[in-house]
């Protein structure tokens, strides 16, 4: 998933870059992901297509397109097996590599990710899921490829303890697998500098998660509806607003709610990378979001932040750094009930800023310690150079 529009992934496969280029600058790293030329050009590092089938993330409704993706699977399993092979390490940096929070077929990613864990098994190749989230899976093919994935990896950590749950939930022997906080708080954070009024409102082309199909139309109205009827509610107070985004796919939320509110106080921001979004949120009086790396980069920027929450992983990120009283479904979007959080939100606007100042602290000193430990797993001191491969 990496270089394929979602900055979130992105800023994972960042951090983890900088660990390895701090710790272990003798290491050879290549990438193997959906967007190669991407992580080449930003990044630096060589990169593979993860699929021979080009067409792989588009529907296949033509004969030719279901015959190309089913021989693509196959070719995959072969091309993955001699990636992996030529590897000492591979590293799945962060990311939902281990759960269905948004809708996911299992011959997509999931078989993805079991032929890069089967093939490290076989071939003796370290495959090491860094600081991932889970979430329990409805879909029987989904949960089983997603269980032996886990099983088969040579290192598990997580990003929080209901990703562990939900592996230990899967059958996945949890007992030397730990928790550490998102790979993204490893990430520089800008200097605060607000801008007085403003508010940053993070958007999604949300329609639910994975089980939510047959009613995945209904979600979306009713959560367009609820942050356009906020940010119009917003503006009448005249504040100024900055929509986020945290995946390409979301520029049409964001072009129907500028459209629908039709005012210059709101703008919309073209980050792009969670550098720029850290920068927005940090000149921002309070946030408002959706996207989990968008409250990620919010909370490190030590900005007040309202969670849109669709996951219980946006729940434990917002319990974890102490403002756990400020998350809202997103599902079921309530302007008016939105607007009296966010205002007593900021009631308490200096003293969420002292409780983020103390739990960013907190959070580096863990992920040095995840650094640390991930070092002494698969860095075992050795007199040749190791070869250090990234893919999600």
């Known amino acids: 998933m990496l270089g394929s ?3 979130g992934n992105d800023g994972s496969l960042e951090a983890v870059l900088g660990y390895l280029r701090a710790a272990h600058p003798e290491a050879a790293v290549d990438a193997l992901c959906g967007g190669p030329e991407v992580v080449t050009a930003r990044y630096g590092i060589p990169a593979t297509r993860l699929h ?10 033509r004969a030719g397109a279901i015959a190309g993706k089913g021989l693509g699977k196959l070719v995959d399993a072969v091309r993955t097996a001699a ?10 940096p962060g990311m939902g590599v281990l759960e269905a929070t948004l809708p996911l077929r299992p011959w997509g990613f999931p078989y993805a990710l079991f032929l890069l864990c089967a093939s490290g098994r076989l071939l003796g190749t370290k495959v090491a899921l860094v600081g991932v989230g889970a979430a329990p899976i409805g879909s029987r093919p989904t949960r089983a490829l997603v269980r032996w994935s886990a099983r088969l990896a040579a290192h598990r950590s997580y990003r929080d303890a209901l990703s562990r749950d939900a592996m230990r939930a899967m059958g996945v022997d949890t007992t030397r697998d ?4 998102d790979l993204a708080f490893a990430l520089p954070a800008p200097p605060a500098h607000p ?17 939510d199909r047959a009613r995945s139309e209904e979600i979306h109205r009713r959560y367009l509806d609820g942050v356009t009827r906020f940010v ?15 995946d390409a796919c979301d520029a049409a939320v964001v072009g129907t709610i500028l459209d629908a509110v039709d005012s210059p106080l709101v703008t919309a921001s073209r980050a792009a990378s969670l550098a720029d979004l850290m920068k927005e949120t940090a000149a921002a009086d309070a946030v408002v979001a959706t996207r989990y790396h968008n409250l990620v980069c919010a909370l490190k920027a030590g900005t007040p932040t309202l969670a849109l929450s669709y996951a219980a992983k946006s729940d434990a990120l917002m319990t974890r750094m102490g403002l756990d009283a400020y998350c809202h479904p997103a599902r079921e979007v309530d302007a008016d009930r939105l607007l009296e959080q966010f205002r007593a939100l900021e009631e308490r606007s200096a003293g969420l800023r002292r409780t983020l100042t103390e739990r960013n602290r907190l959070t580096t000193e863990q992920l040095d310690r995840q650094f640390t430990a991930l070092t002494a797993a698969l860095f075992p001191a050795t007199d040749h150079t190791h070869a250090v491969r990234e893919t999600p």
């Not at 990636?83 to 799945?92: C, M, Q, S, T, Y």
């Not at 917003?234 to 985004?245: F, I, K, Y």
Request: glycine share 14%; charged share 25%; with cysteine.
């Open 5 to 7: 529009g979602n900055l």
């Open 52 to 61: 021979w089938y080009r067409g792989e993330y588009r529907t296949a409704s």
């Open 83 to 92: 990636w992996v092979r030529r590897h000492d390490v591979v590293i799945v």
């Open 178 to 181: 730990e928790v550490h906080p």
């Open 195 to 211: 801008s007085p009024g403003l508010v940053c409102v993070g958007v999604m082309d949300f329609h639910g998660g994975d089980d």
């Open 232 to 246: 119009r509610a917003l503006v009448q107070e005249g504040r100024p607003v900055r929509l986020l985004t945290g």
